[in-house]
């Protein structure tokens, strides 16, 4: 393992974290549920220029009641994709990534829809690019949540 990867490992941790922080903090109620059970998706986009963009969907349920994660990452024009490697167990299988390239020099944003066989459960999601800059937003499965960074 790398420093790099060494270092990305562990930022990803500190991110993940914090998400769930947020997750207890904007739906309270819904924090016991939280604790007893959640799962957490984080793939890593790599792009041709060397840029890295992990993605993350911090998701209250156990991941045996997963169905989907779909991402859509907009990326800025020119850039292209190299790599993508999907969260490792249950949840890499049910991750799907797509990369649009249409957006403005410097600006990246994340839409992500978690797909669950039980009712409504909350989610974070989040995108962080090149270790320096993140987005994070919370809702419910079933909804398009979009994390901005401009």
Same mark, same amino acid.
């Given at each position: 393992? !790398?420093?790099?990867?060494?270092?990305?490992?562990?930022r #990803?941790?500190?991110?993940?974290?914090? =998400?769930?922080? =947020?997750?207890?903090?904007?739906y309270?109620?819904?924090?016991a549920?939280?604790?007893?059970?959640?799962?957490?998706? @984080?793939?890593?986009?790599?792009?041709? $220029?060397?840029?890295?963009?992990?993605?993350?969907a @911090?998701? %209250? #349920?156990?991941?045996?009641y997963? /169905?989907?994660?779909?991402?859509?990452?907009?990326?800025?024009?020119g850039? #292209?994709?190299?790599?993508?490697?999907? !969260?490792a167990?249950?949840? %890499? %299988?049910?991750?799907t990534? @797509?990369?649009?390239? $249409?957006? $403005?020099? %410097?600006?990246?944003?994340?839409? !992500?829809?978690?797909?669950?066989?039980?009712? /409504?459960?909350?989610? @974070?999601?989040?995108?962080?690019?090149?270790d #320096? /800059?993140?987005?994070?937003?919370?809702?419910?499965?079933?909804?398009?949540?979009?994390?901005?960074?401009?």
């Amino acid at each position: 393992m !790398t420093m790099n990867e060494s270092l990305l490992i562990k930022r #990803t941790l500190l991110v993940l974290l914090i =998400l769930v922080g =947020l997750g207890f903090a904007i739906y309270p109620g819904l924090s016991a549920q939280m604790e007893a059970r959640h799962c957490s998706a @984080t793939p890593v986009v790599i792009l041709a $220029d060397g840029s890295t963009v992990m993605l993350s969907a @911090t998701i %209250g #349920t156990e991941a045996i009641y997963v /169905q989907n994660i779909y991402y859509t990452l907009h990326v800025p024009r020119g850039k #292209t994709l190299k790599e993508v490697m999907n !969260t490792a167990g249950v949840l %890499g %299988g049910h991750e799907t990534v @797509t990369v649009i390239a $249409d957006n $403005d020099p %410097g600006k990246y944003s994340s839409s !992500t829809l978690v797909s669950v066989i039980a009712s /409504q459960v909350p989610v @974070t999601t989040s995108i962080m690019v090149d270790d #320096t /800059q993140s987005a994070a937003i919370s809702g419910f499965s079933n909804q398009r949540l979009v994390a901005l960074l401009q």
